[in-house]
């Protein structure tokens, strides 16, 4: 390995944390972070380069690079076609990470590599979690990794400064909600509903006692996803969850897009109501955090 290699990594083991720092901030002010979920590649990496850092500019406080794979298990039809896009294309897992370290030479956004562990079991965990550092990723999402499978993941993913996140969901037990918090660093990625990604026109009734559970097993910030798509979704989960993940309402936009940077503006723009709405919550969920706190 060259000397401008190992710096390279130095660099990125320093700056990793970008996830926690920043769920740090939101926390200060007390308002809710957007975790944005695009589809690299789609429609092209090129455009893909654009619309990622539009999401930023417009105030994403995460972006999840989502590794296009050829049979997904939890992807609605969105993200399913998004994919398939992506695939023709002529995305890889080198051309995702390509595309991440062009984007981290212009912005500092927190990158989460979501992918199916397939991908990343092929590059081989040591050149995986060496090139992902590289590129400037900040965490990695194997969505059908499961934490009694992931000891080794875990091990050197984390040697190299990359954040684990893994799932958790409405049928976990307590029990297993434990198991995954401690197999989770950068934040939990909690599933608002079972099935699969896609938008939805209102949240489940029970999600503020399914993140009450979540809360019982970690003090790490809860993003929830599945489903969020509108601002009004952002502004019930104001005052319950610490971060809204938003997928397919943004891969929606893309597909919708004459061109890539049709695509730029709709996302940008879907980002910003969000934000807003995140915002306006800003009373109720400092008053919610404090009286967790003080419980």
């Known amino acids: 390995m060259s000397e401008a290699i190992r710096s390279l990594e130095r660099e990125n083991r320093l700056a990793a944390g970008r996830i926690s720092r920043r769920f740090a901030v939101l926390a200060e002010k007390g308002e809710l972070g957007i975790v944005a979920y695009l589809t690299a590649g789609d429609p092209t990496l090129a455009a893909s380069g654009e619309i ?3 999401a930023a500019e417009a105030g994403a406080d995460v972006v999840e690079l989502g590794v296009p794979f050829s049979d997904p298990m939890a992807d609605g039809p969105t993200i399913q076609r998004a994919s398939g896009r992506a695939l023709r294309s002529g995305t890889t897992l080198a051309g995702v ?4 370290h062009r984007v981290r030479e212009k912005s500092d956004v927190p ?7 397939n991908p990343i079991l092929q590059a081989g965990l040591e050149t ?6 590289s590129a400037g990723i900040d965490g990695v999402l194997a969505t059908d990794l499961t934490p009694e499978e992931a000891g080794e993941y875990r091990n050197v993913l984390r040697g190299r400064g990359l954040d684990t996140i893994f799932l958790a969901a409405p049928t976990s037990t307590d029990a297993r909600l434990s198991l995954i918090a401690k197999a989770t660093t950068g934040f939990l990625y909690l599933i608002s509903r079972t099935g699969v990604t896609g938008t939805r026109d209102a949240l489940p009734e029970d999600l503020p006692a399914l993140v009450r559970r979540a809360r019982a097993s970690t003090k790490l910030p809860i993003a929830v996803g599945f489903g969020i798509s509108l601002p009004t979704h952002v502004s019930v989960l104001g005052g319950i969850a610490d971060a809204a993940v938003v997928g397919s309402a943004l891969v929606a936009q893309v597909e919708g897009a004459a061109d890539s940077q049709a695509a730029a503006r709709a996302v940008g723009e879907l980002i910003r109501s969000l934000k807003r ?3 306006a919550g800003v009373s109720r969920r400092s008053a ?5 706190q003080t419980s």
């Open 52 to 54: 990622v850092l539009a």
């Open 97 to 100: 990470l390509s595309l991440a």
């Open 111 to 117: 990158l989460v590599l979501f992918s199916y562990y």
């Open 128 to 133: 995986f979690a060496s090139d992902a550092a």
């Open 277 to 279: 709405a995140a915002r």
């Open 288 to 292: 919610q955090v404090e009286s967790e």
